[in-house]
């Protein structure tokens, strides 16, 4: 009874349904027979079998309610079901995404419960970081690499015989700390701005603003460097993973300097880290568009060695950071996710998925969706994704964070709010005409319950979090944007299309 009632208390915050009707649960078939029902020469057909997608939605979320709780670690790779003594990649975190991945959904999604576990092990990357940064670097502040573990491991790895491209990058903790920022944007307290924020924040400012390096121009720079786990060609007709200046090496410590600029703000903190983070963000190049049209990934604009890379961290403004981004760059984005091509692995497609969604392409989320839901019965390779018969996501082999990434995406296509807008349905599949969905969550911290019909929707209900969210907020649905006063203490509810029949959720 005590793990029902824990585990309800959790899972039931959220439903979604995808063919309009009463939701999941009335298809009595197992997930392989679904799933191999689904299955067409090109791909999958998701919409043959719609609530088999919202199954997925749910399994993902119940996938991380039951690997990351308060008094345990956080989740890794495989989680609690990998079966192996050594397990793939050892079970452990891969901080360049995989980490990342696997908790994007916790706050969209109402799982805050979740994050703890993956906050202590950012303070612990801290703790043993600033010896590391020290000891390798002579820099301040902490630093952590590629991999870690469940000891907070956060050296590079290989004892220098590892090829770069994997084994050193030290730019983990930029990109950890965006979970804090993104907690505190959700509607967490300044309490937990301060106490926990802040500390890692500053930190891993302090790190970076030591390992940027000026150029003959004065813009500020990082070298080496390398773009995470891609290699980009010689002169002499080599290849290398080690260059200057990554892109993703630039955004992230742009976006970490403008963090430390609000956040710093809202504390009401100035310091000379605050004062140097200021100084040195202008000074940083933003992402450069090349001859090509392309998002470059290197400063020099190198050709890549696999155009079709799995990896595309270089575009990880446009998701997850929540940032501002300008038209020219999203559609360099936009192209750039074109020549990277819709093959790829599971967690791969469910972050082209979320990507596709933040650029508003429904048509292209629906394709990857039809490739993330092939059947991995048939071997295409180490680099094709898809789902085992339990709905497992293979990279492959099975990676846990694919079925947590794609839960994000999915949650995406049908709420965003990093713009500082509540949008409605940016995103909805084509295949997808009518749902509806409850609790999600949209900044400040606003649970959103939504019905939709035709594609448009019909009903969403808005309910304050705390009373801070409270207060006016813009609301976007197609192309008109509106003002709605959100109480403080009961909900507000909008039908937006009076004219659809079944405008209330079932």
Not at 7 to 26: F, Q
Request: hydrophobic share 40%.
């Amino acid at each position: 009874e005590r793990h029902l009632q824990t585990h309800a208390a959790l899972y039931g915050r959220t439903e979604l349904s995808l063919d309009g009707g009463a939701g999941t649960g009335g298809d009595s078939r197992d997930t392989a027979e679904r799933l191999a029902a689904v299955q067409r020469a090109d791909g999958a057909e998701p919409w043959a079998d719609p609530e088999l997608v919202a199954l997925l939605f749910h399994l993902g979320r119940y996938l991380l309610i039951s690997s990351s709780r308060p008094g345990g670690v956080a989740a890794n790779l495989q989680g609690i079901w990998n079966e192996e003594l050594q397990p793939p990649w050892s079970s452990n975190y891969t901080v360049n995404i995989n980490l990342e991945m696997n908790y994007w959904l916790a706050e969209t999604t109402d799982l805050p419960e979740c994050l703890p576990p993956l906050f202590e092990l950012v303070g612990a990357l801290a703790r043993r970081g600033e010896e590391t940064a020290s000891r390798l670097y002579r820099a301040p502040g902490w630093v952590a690499h590629h991999c870690s573990d469940l000891w907070a491991y956060d050296e590079p790895v290989g004892d220098g015989t590892h090829d770069p491209s994997w084994a050193f990058w030290p730019m983990g903790g930029p990109w950890l700390v965006t979970h804090l920022w993104d907690h505190l944007r959700f509607g967490a307290d300044d309490d937990f701005a301060r106490a926990t924020a802040w500390p890692l924040v500053r930190g891993s400012a302090e790190f970076v603003l030591a390992w940027l390096r000026p150029g003959p121009d004065g813009t500020l720079g990082t070298s080496p460097s390398t773009s995470p786990e891609n290699r980009y060609l010689l002169p002499d007709g080599g290849s290398t993973s080690v260059g200057t200046s990554s892109t993703t090496d630039l955004v992230l410590a742009a976006n970490l300097l403008r963090i430390v600029d609000e956040l710093a703000a809202r504390l009401g903190i100035e310091d000379e880290v605050v004062t140097a983070a200021r100084a040195a963000r202008p000074r940083i190049p933003a992402p450069e568009i090349g001859a090509d049209g392309l998002v470059a990934e290197w400063a020099g604009h190198p050709t890549m060695v696999d155009p079709h890379h799995r990896h595309t961290a270089h575009l990880c403004f446009l998701h997850p950071l929540d940032g501002e981004v300008g038209p020219e760059l999203a559609a360099a984005a936009s192209r750039s996710l074109d020549a990277r091509g819709e093959e790829s692995t599971g967690w791969a497609l469910a972050w082209r998925m979320a990507m596709r969604a933040r650029l508003g392409q429904p048509e292209r989320v629906e394709r990857l969706l039809r490739l993330f839901m092939r059947t991995v019965s048939d071997d295409r390779g180490h680099w094709s994704g898809g789902l085992y018969g339990n709905l497992f996501a293979a990279h492959p082999p099975f990676q846990v964070d694919g079925n947590l990434g794609v839960v994000a995406a999915l949650a995406e296509c049908l709420l965003q709010s990093h713009r500082g807008v509540i949008e409605l349905l940016p995103a909805l599949p084509p295949g997808a005409p009518d749902g509806w969905v409850t609790g999600l969550v949209a900044r400040p911290g606003i649970s959103v319950d939504l019905v939709w019909r035709d594609g448009r929707p019909v009903e969403v209900t808005l309910r304050a979090r705390t009373p801070a969210a409270a207060g006016p907020h813009r609301l976007r649905t197609g192309g008109t944007e509106t003002t709605v006063d959100l109480p403080a203490d009961e909900p507000l509810v909008l039908v937006l299309d009076p004219a659809t029949p079944g405008a209330a959720r079932p």
